[in-house]
């Protein structure tokens, strides 16, 4: 995904299933929250060791048995 400076809220939403997310590097991107709702299934959603600067996060792995 590629965020411009005008967006102010980006959201995934990952649907059932065993998804993987890994958020990188978003140190770039200003003022922005970006939301991952992994829903049902058993989801790995990591921000693990990545530069988020001022983008806030919100991760939900929603039902299921998630890491």
């Known amino acids: 995904m590629t965020l411009g400076s005008s967006i102010e809220i980006a959201s995934l939403l ?4 065993d998804d ?8 770039g991107v200003p003022g922005t929250l970006m939301a991952v709702y992994g ?4 989801d790995t959603i990591s921000a ?7 983008v806030r996060l919100l991760l939900d792995g929603g039902d ?3 890491t």
């Open 48 to 54: 693990d060791e990545s530069r988020v600067g001022t």
């Open 14 to 17: 990952m649907g059932d299933g």
């Open 20 to 27: 993987t997310v890994t958020i990188n590097d978003v140190k």
């Open 39 to 42: 829903e049902n299934g058993n």
């Open 64 to 66: 299921g048995n998630d």
